[in-house]
């Protein structure tokens, strides 16, 4: 064959495989795969399935496919998904896959039994978070004198989250009493004030302050900055969404990502359908766009879904703003974590996680708890407990000590 020919040949080959080769992997790539039963080449969805920690085993409708993390390629339809591990929680859900559409089925895995640390070891009350979620302050009470301890539960550098935990200040026993002291942080989380004696402590340089004549200014000050923060914050929300927020419901608050929204609504209201474009690979569980007043919800603001999580018998309206008192069961006890997917709650003996759209109720922890304290650390791998695994608690006492619940 002569090389003219050749060369022809060659560039009309290039010319019809090079196109059509290009179709293939677009067609391919979008989730169309040969169904040979049929004969035809059918559109599928992709299941994108992760867990914390990997290597969980992913059975779709009961059948083993894959370990996590994978992918995998489905025909459009409602599916049973579980992430199974040794040793953890399984995780379900069912989800709607949909033709040319990524779906993400995130499992965070709790363990079956979690191991506990001790954290402190000579006592420890009125434990209470900073804002940013960062850093934790206790008392610990003395003969003569009651210590303010500061724990920092961050991550460090090195993967390392157990620290141990710094005096700030020494108190007289005769102004700080266990029944009645009151620690506050300041909205920036670099002060605490407390009550009784009035006593105003900067964190960065331990310095005490007592400011009896100023603690109504200070406290007022703190106030109104946190007020101007939820301000801006709601202001950044779509305007027919802040309008049902500011007029029907209460106790908002937004996720560590600030991409959700827990709250509680306070009378009847429906949020409309489309609020903002929806997304593709959106949440495919059933929402409640309807609310109903002591229903507690949360909104994922991304993906405009609306999510019922719980419910709450409200108390009376208030006379002068005609709106429940919400102060004493704000959201009915649910909390975020620091994953900002899900939430948690704490109970006599009990603490619960779940997912933000109330799938996945997990008892990550079930014994004595004292004040009803249980606070994530910031990396979401392990919770602060007080308690005391010697006696069963009825009240705080100085042999209640904090301990880290292992998570991962």
Same mark, same amino acid.
């Given at each position: 064959?002569?090389?003219?020919?050749?060369?022809?040949?060659?560039?009309?080959?290039?010319?019809?495989?090079?196109?059509?080769?290009?179709?293939?992997?677009?067609?391919?790539?979008?989730?169309?795969?040969?169904?040979?039963?049929?004969?035809?080449?059918?559109?599928?969805?992709?299941?994108?399935?992760?867990?914390?920690?990997?290597?969980?085993?992913?059975?779709?409708?009961?059948?083993?496919?894959?370990?996590?993390?994978?992918?995998?390629?489905?025909?459009?339809?409602?599916?049973?998904?579980?992430?199974?591990?040794?040793?953890?929680?399984?995780?379900?859900?069912?989800?709607?896959?949909?033709?040319?559409?990524?779906?993400?089925?995130?499992?965070?895995?709790?363990?079956?039994?979690?191991?506990?640390?001790?954290?402190?070891?000579?006592?420890?009350?009125?434990?209470?978070?900073?804002?940013?979620?960062?850093?934790?302050?206790?008392?610990?009470?003395?003969?003569?004198?009651?210590?303010?301890?500061?724990?920092?539960?961050?991550?460090?550098?090195?993967?390392?989250?157990?620290?141990?935990?710094?005096?700030?200040?020494?108190?007289?026993?005769?102004?700080?009493?266990?029944?009645?002291?009151?620690?506050?942080?300041?909205?920036?989380?670099?002060?605490?004030?407390?009550?009784?004696?009035?006593?105003?402590?900067?964190?960065?340089?331990?310095?005490?302050?007592?400011?009896?004549?100023?603690?109504?200014?200070?406290?007022?000050?703190?106030?109104?900055?946190?007020?101007?923060?939820?301000?801006?914050?709601?202001?950044?929300?779509?305007?027919?969404?802040?309008?049902?927020?500011?007029?029907?419901?209460?106790?908002?608050?937004?996720?560590?990502?600030?991409?959700?929204? %827990? =709250?509680?609504? !306070? &009378?009847?209201?429906?949020? $409309?359908?489309?609020?903002?474009?929806? *997304?593709?690979?959106?949440? #495919?569980?059933?929402?409640?766009?309807?609310?109903?007043?002591?229903?507690?919800?949360?909104?994922?603001?991304?993906?405009?879904?609306?999510?019922?999580?719980?419910?709450?018998?409200?108390?009376?309206?208030?006379?002068?703003?005609?709106?429940?008192?919400?102060?004493?069961?704000?959201?009915?006890?649910?909390?975020?974590?620091?994953?900002?997917?899900?939430?948690?709650?704490?109970?006599?003996?009990?603490?619960?996680?779940?997912?933000?759209?109330?799938?996945?109720?997990?008892?990550?922890?079930?014994?004595? %708890? =004292?004040?009803? !304290? &249980?606070?994530?650390?910031? $990396?979401?791998?392990?919770?602060?407990? *007080?308690?005391?695994?010697? #006696?069963?608690?009825?009240?705080?006492?100085?042999?209640?000590?904090?301990?880290?619940?292992?998570?991962?």
């Amino acid at each position: 064959m002569p090389a003219t020919t050749r060369r022809l040949l060659l560039f009309l080959t290039s010319l019809i495989f090079v196109p059509i080769s290009t179709v293939l992997v677009i067609f391919f790539a979008r989730g169309y795969r040969p169904d040979f039963s049929t004969g035809q080449i059918q559109p599928t969805g992709i299941l994108v399935a992760h867990s914390y920690p990997d290597g969980a085993q992913v059975y779709v409708n009961s059948q083993l496919k894959s370990a996590t993390n994978t992918t995998l390629n489905l025909p459009p339809g409602l599916y049973q998904v579980e992430i199974r591990k040794d040793g953890f929680f399984t995780w379900k859900k069912n989800v709607t896959i949909e033709a040319e559409i990524v779906t993400r089925s995130t499992a965070v895995l709790f363990p079956t039994v979690p191991t506990l640390k001790a954290v402190t070891t000579s006592g420890a009350t009125g434990v209470t978070a900073s804002p940013d979620d960062t850093r934790v302050v206790f008392l610990r009470r003395g003969v003569n004198q009651t210590q303010l301890y500061i724990l920092d539960i961050t991550e460090s550098p090195l993967g390392l989250i157990s620290r141990e935990a710094r005096l700030l200040t020494n108190l007289p026993n005769s102004e700080i009493k266990t029944e009645n002291y009151e620690l506050r942080w300041s909205p920036d989380s670099r002060q605490i004030f407390i009550t009784p004696g009035n006593y105003l402590i900067t964190i960065s340089d331990s310095q005490t302050t007592p400011i009896t004549a100023n603690a109504g200014i200070v406290l007022n000050d703190w106030n109104q900055r946190q007020k101007n923060r939820e301000a801006d914050r709601l202001n950044s929300l779509q305007p027919v969404l802040r309008n049902i927020l500011a007029t029907a419901s209460a106790s908002l608050s937004w996720s560590p990502r600030e991409n959700k929204l %827990l =709250y509680t609504a !306070t &009378a009847s209201a429906s949020l $409309s359908e489309s609020i903002k474009r929806p *997304l593709p690979g959106s949440s #495919t569980q059933p929402q409640n766009r309807l609310l109903n007043p002591g229903g507690v919800y949360v909104y994922d603001i991304e993906e405009d879904r609306n999510f019922l999580i719980d419910t709450i018998i409200l108390p009376p309206p208030s006379a002068k703003t005609k709106k429940p008192i919400l102060s004493e069961i704000s959201n009915n006890g649910w909390f975020w974590f620091p994953t900002s997917s899900h939430l948690v709650k704490v109970t006599t003996g009990k603490v619960t996680i779940i997912e933000y759209d109330g799938q996945n109720p997990t008892e990550v922890y079930a014994g004595p %708890l =004292y004040e009803n !304290t &249980a606070i994530p650390y910031p $990396s979401a791998k392990q919770l602060l407990i *007080l308690t005391d695994l010697t #006696t069963t608690p009825t009240m705080a006492t100085a042999s209640a000590n904090l301990y880290a619940v292992n998570l991962r």
